[in-house]
């Protein structure tokens, strides 16, 4: 991509940099929301595995958490590796949607060979509860883990002004944020009530799928290559290693602090 060397070209830059950024936090707003939908479902028919909804909406969110912070390491290190976040982001969605569909159809045909799993160790508590937090954790880890790994891949993809990555990166997480509380408020108020849960579901996935698909075609529709865009704006992002890499000891103190403070 070559360089603009005129101002119009630059504003010409900057207003399609702001449109496309604008597409992309409507994209992850109606993904959080989709992700909130998927949960309150999921926490919902887990009840038929549990038996009480404390340990089913307890079981989902420990699975959700998980998927997230692996996901969100993972993506990380991949939105490093990939000039095409963009449409790697949507191919996860289209990934996250159809993945939804198979939970809601296999829980019900799957009900009878869950309960012969199950029989064997009712009386056995401890190992009642693990095994039905396997069966969910199968069910959900993939999800999961590719919602996680969602935010990585756009940070990587919009916060390459220097000047407004800041702004950018907190207005992801903003609307990805309302997002999931129109999702959880929608789904548990409205969607199920009048659709069910599988009718529900399907609208989460066909919103997954809409978005990965438009996420895709942006990407073709543009040219996105992240080596190629990092030269076109002279303010790119540059993020200077530090000289002294802390010591071990900090890194570890750190780490365990937002463990903690995520705990509480």
């Given at each position: ?104 159809l296999a829980v019900g045909v799957g009900e009878e060979a869950v309960v012969s799993l199950l029989r064997p160790v009712a009386s056995i508590r401890p190992l009642a509860v693990l095994l039905r937090f396997i069966l969910a954790l199968v069910f959900l880890i993939v999800p999961v883990t590719l919602m ?117």
């Amino acid at each position: 991509m070559r360089i603009p060397t005129d101002s119009s070209s630059q504003s010409q830059l900057h207003a399609a940099s702001l449109a496309l950024f604008v597409l992309v936090l409507l994209s992850f707003f109606v993904t959080g929301a989709c992700g909130l939908l998927y949960q309150v479902v999921w926490a919902r028919k887990l009840v038929l595995l549990f038996g009480t909804t404390a340990y089913a909406i307890s079981t989902v969110l420990a699975i959700f958490f998980l998927g997230l912070g692996l996901g969100s390491f993972w993506g990380g290190r991949l939105a490093e590796q990939t000039s095409r976040p963009l449409r790697l982001y949507g191919f996860f969605q289209i990934a996250i949607g159809l993945w939804a569909v198979f939970f809601i159809l296999a829980v019900g045909v799957g009900e009878e060979a869950v309960v012969s799993l199950l029989r064997p160790v009712a009386s056995i508590r401890p190992l009642a509860v693990l095994l039905r937090f396997i069966l969910a954790l199968v069910f959900l880890i993939v999800p999961v883990t590719l919602m996680g790994a969602t935010l990585p891949l756009l940070v990587r993809f919009v916060a390459w002004e220097r000047r407004v990555a800041g702004i950018r990166i907190g207005a992801l997480y903003t609307v990805n944020t309302f997002g999931a509380v129109v999702g959880c408020a929608l789904t548990g108020f409205y969607l199920i009530a009048q659709f069910g849960y599988t009718r529900t579901t399907f609208i989460g996935a066909a919103a997954s799928v809409a978005v990965g698909g438009l996420c895709i075609l942006l990407s073709r529709t543009i040219g996105e290559d992240m080596a190629a865009r990092d030269g076109a704006l002279p303010d790119r992002v540059v993020v200077p290693l530090p000289e002294t890499p802390p010591p071990p000891a900090v890194m570890a103190l750190v780490i365990t602090t937002f463990a903690v403070s995520g705990f509480c």
